[in-house]
């Protein structure tokens, strides 16, 4: 079914609009050059020492627009200002200043670039206007603001930022990223300062916020952006223009060539079958309760439950999700369902172990004289010290098993002479470390063995 649309012209974009402000900056580059006297401005009560040369040094881009200040306050000295005089001050003219945000986490391969050129990558390392950021595949990096906003930029994306500074004297701060392939989450801190501004924008489209989480995503081919917002209210307009449309916490939006769509609710967060199992496989395998309104699932893994940390992100057409292997510890698995407009819904999240213990079998058999030996031998993947547990039994029936060999070293168990019959077996590996102790098994092997002619 089509969202119904409102006709925007050729192009749209997302703004999410928050603010911030860094203790570290840098004289930025004047964003206009001069500004009426009509324009919005800014207070300053004069203290002790104060004329407009002096202030002009300290707060405007250009000290010769001492003049516009002195003609809109009807100033007849410039060296003389009484104390506690309240000053009116274009904002236009005030100087901004480049404030930096900081790699908060990043895992796989990643670049940022700066004048095109590659820097390289730590924790904490600052990270300004004018940067790009490009994440491969399975490869992640979260952006950590001053006042505690974070921007994750998920694989396969590539984001600019525009804009980070703060006006002096205010203390007005700008932010804008553009998303100029692939996605970007943002949690964005309320905004206390009504001047201040967080946007996200692609081609497309742009998202505003004051202190709201959100996600953005851009379809460089298809042309086409969407929003999901999962706490707060972000405008969504189209490219200069004012009218934005309010999409609310558990709605969603996308902007396409013909226009942008009212706002859609989204799917409700799905559930994780058999949560608490511990992940013991070579792959991580999780398995989702269908959901019927489901085109398919996105599921993201993570060092931490805020997910600034993630290694792991794979979109699945099916209830069912493989992923790659990851280092034995402790994780958090993020699930969402995503609809027919490509939008990702509400998402659940979980903490799981994993603890690799993965054990392979295999069977030999050799003949000596008139004896016949069966050799049962396995491999153990996974950290710590092993004790093993054989099992061999009748495949048919509740009986016990024939063999049960307990508290193994060795890799190996050796049985002569067996019946004629159909057998099963399999092995325990008990793994011992972190001061635990957890046992898994190896999928029951069966084999036959026909009666001597």
Not at 253 to 282: F, H, K, M, W, Y
Not at 407 to 417: A, E, H, I, P, Y
Request: hydrophobic share 45%.
């Amino acid at each position: 079914m089509n969202a119904p649309r409102r006709a925007i012209g050729p192009a749209a974009l997302l703004w999410p609009a928050a603010m911030l402000w860094s203790p570290t900056a840098q004289a930025a580059p004047p964003s206009s050059p001069s500004a009426p006297a009509q324009a919005a401005t800014a207070s300053y009560v004069a203290v002790k020492g104060d004329n407009l040369y002096v202030i002009a040094e300290r707060y405007l881009t250009r000290q010769r627009d001492f003049a516009v200040v002195q003609r809109l306050n009807r100033i007849a000295d410039p060296y003389r200002i009484p104390i506690g005089r309240t000053i009116r001050i274009p904002v236009a003219l005030l100087r901004e200043e480049l404030v930096s945000a900081s790699v908060r986490a990043f895992s796989g391969p990643v670049t940022i670039a700066v004048a095109g050129r590659p820097v390289k990558i730590t924790p904490g390392l600052p990270v300004n206007e004018g940067a790009e950021i490009e994440t491969g595949a399975d490869a992640f990096l979260s952006l950590r603001l001053a006042d505690g906003s974070i921007v994750a930029i998920p694989s396969q994306s590539r984001v600019r930022i525009e804009r980070l500074r703060r006006t002096a004297l205010t203390g007005t701060v700008t932010r804008s990223f553009e998303i100029r392939r692939g996605r970007a989450d943002a949690v964005v801190a309320p905004m206390k300062d009504p001047g201040s501004s967080f946007h996200i924008s692609t081609p497309v489209a742009v998202s505003a916020v004051r202190g709201t989480a959100f996600r953005v995503a851009y379809d460089a081919d298809g042309a086409r952006a969407a929003t999901e917002v999962t706490e707060g209210t972000v405008g969504f307009s189209a490219p200069g223009n004012p009218a934005a449309t309010l999409v609310g916490a558990g709605f969603g939006a996308i902007t396409e060539a013909d226009g942008i769509s009212a706002p859609i609710a989204l799917l409700p967060a799905p559930a994780l079958a058999d949560p608490g199992r511990v992940q013991n496989e070579g792959d991580l395998t999780f398995r989702i309760v269908p959901q019927a309104d489901a085109a398919a699932y996105r599921i993201a893994l993570a060092r931490d439950a805020g997910f600034l940390d993630i290694v792991r992100e794979k979109e699945s057409a099916t209830p069912d999700a493989i992923l790659p292997p990851v280092a034995d510890g402790t994780y958090f698995v993020r699930i969402a369902a995503i609809d027919g407009h490509g939008l990702a819904g509400l998402a659940e999240t979980y903490a799981f172990e994993r603890r690799l213990n993965m054990v392979r079998t295999a069977m030999t058999e050799k003949r000596a004289g008139r004896d016949r030996y069966y050799q049962f031998g396995w491999q153990v993947l996974g950290e710590g010290a092993h004790r093993f547990r054989f099992q061999l039994g009748q495949c048919e029936g509740d009986a016990p098993p024939l063999v049960d060999e307990i508290g193994l070293d060795s890799q190996s168990v050796t049985l002569r002479n067996l019946p004629a019959g159909t057998y099963c077996w399999r092995v325990m590996s008990l793994r011992i470390g972190d001061g635990k102790a957890a046992g898994d098994w190896s999928a029951m092997e069966r084999f036959h063995i026909a009666s001597a002619r």
